[in-house]
């Protein structure tokens, strides 16, 4: 964090000074885990469902915590304490003064992203496209909520020039309070779908959640023109777009998916690109061109860009994640998180993969968040997973059971499908099946914890 006095924090999130003195200067990281903490920095007590913050307070002045933000005074911790009615509305409200005071100079440029799928990763082609143009911030892994999204602001300095934030979705009003006071200068929108539409109430009031974001970019807005619900949001400033669309500024032209990586060819203002990128998936190829809109309307050109996209081997682990095992076969492990429309993408992926000689095995897990939708969405995918012609399929863990019952059901894949009720069998069952040359995707949401399991498989420790 910028260097602020304790007075001056305390003025920022409207709290009082249970101890410590005014003057003195605080410039640690801010945390809301007592494990994270590090010397000089601020732990922030969060209250839970499970867990009060409060109890931690001195396990962070231990670790070297100079000043708690409390709810309520821990006098008998002898930490310099700053008390609050909602620590979390301190933090938010700590990252918001941050940010003002770091934009004041005129050099920061904030760039938001949010969609039901991609975030995560066109963040990190983004952040690594920008890093060569001066100091970059991005979120670690998907801090992308009321917590995680000001511990990343909190990480800027007055040197930042660029800071990319993800805002996800927690109902209808989360994203608006989030992009009200961060107002990015570009916001990048990149898909409407069904993650977390059980939760809301339908992809209509997704769409809803996922347009707040708009009417608080300040200059420029980048859309996914191949999403028909993204494209019709309305944006008084610069608006462009990506995809296949014809008339979209940063289109795609083609790709072609292997082993090797996926080969993208573009178009950009007149002029045509090939790059291969060691990351697979024509999904990952639309977060390619959302990141490269972004990076280029900010000043990077468009060949060095793609010089540093060509060179990723992982937009982040467990995500389309592709291991050579040592048995010589390969893993995809995508199981970080999964929704309908991810589902389908890594399936199609490994389908196209499966036309090149390869034997194709599917070991899918819960989708989780889905609500009224989840029997619909379960069944869907697992007919898909046969009408793709994948060679195996392994489901694992009772949540996920209609994904088998579907596949089972359709044509004549009956016994091609394979329910496994215990993740703790799974290893053992699946892998004496798997024979060198064979493809394996392992996917899931991060509760049903496939990725471990998709870990174990590829042989990483």
């Known amino acids: 964090m910028i260097e602020l006095t304790i007075g001056q924090i305390a003025t920022a999130i409207s709290g009082s000074i249970f101890r410590g003195e005014a003057e003195k200067v605080i410039s640690g990281a801010v945390q809301t885990d007592s494990r994270e903490i590090t010397k000089g920095g601020v732990f922030v007590a969060k209250l839970g469902e499970k867990e009060d913050g409060h109890k931690y307070v001195v396990d962070a002045l231990l670790s070297g915590a100079s000043l708690a933000i409390v709810s309520a005074p821990v006098p008998e911790v002898d930490i310099d304490q700053i008390v609050v009615t909602d620590t979390i509305e301190a933090l ?208 990077a050109s468009i060949e060095k860009c793609l010089e540093i996209a060509k060179e990723i081997n992982m937009v982040e682990r467990w995500r389309m994640q592709l291991i050579a095992a040592p048995g010589g076969y390969w893993v995809i492990n995508d199981a970080y998180n999964a929704s309908p429309d991810s589902m389908r993408a890594a399936l199609q992926t490994l389908a196209v993969i499966g036309r090149q000689g390869h034997r194709t095995i599917a070991v899918l897990g819960q989708m989780a968040e889905l609500g009224e939708f989840s029997t619909e969405e379960h069944d869907a995918i697992g007919r898909l997973v046969v009408r793709l012609n994948i060679d195996k399929l392994f489901v694992v863990g009772d949540p996920a059971k209609l994904i088998h019952m579907a596949a089972s059901q359709e044509g004549s894949w009956s016994g091609e499908s394979e329910f496994i009720d215990s993740l703790a069998n799974a290893f053992d069952i699946i892998h004496e099946r798997l024979a060198p040359g064979d493809v394996v995707l392992v996917k899931a949401s991060n509760i049903a914890g496939l990725r471990f399991l998709g870990d174990d498989l590829a042989g990483v420790k």
């Open 92 to 299: 938010n409200l700590l990252a918001e003064h941050v940010l003002n005071q770091v934009r004041s100079a005129g050099e920061l440029k904030v760039i938001g992203i949010t969609g039901s799928n991609g975030k995560t990763s066109t963040k990190n082609l983004l952040a690594r496209m920008l890093e060569p143009l001066g100091e970059t911030v991005a979120p670690i892994a998907s801090f992308n909520n009321e917590v995680g999204l000001p511990i990343t602001v909190l990480r800027i300095t007055h040197h930042t020039k660029y800071l990319v934030l993800e805002l996800g979705a927690a109902g209808v009003g989360s994203i608006e309070r989030l992009a009200r006071w961060t107002k990015p200068d570009v916001g990048i929108q990149l898909k409407v779908g069904m993650a977390h539409a059980g939760e809301f109430g339908g992809i209509d009031v997704t769409e809803k959640i996922k347009a707040e974001m708009m009417p608080h970019i300040k200059e420029t807005a980048i859309l996914n023109f191949d999403d028909s619900r993204v494209r019709r949001f309305s944006f008084s400033g610069n608006t462009v777009g990506f995809g296949f669309a014809s008339d979209a500024t940063y289109r795609l032209l083609s790709t072609q998916l292997s082993l090797s990586g996926t080969v993208v060819k573009l178009s950009v203002a007149g002029k045509d690109y090939e790059i291969t990128l060691k990351i697979l998936g024509e999904h990952q190829a639309m977060n390619l061109m959302a990141a490269l809109a972004a990076a280029h309307t900010l000043g």
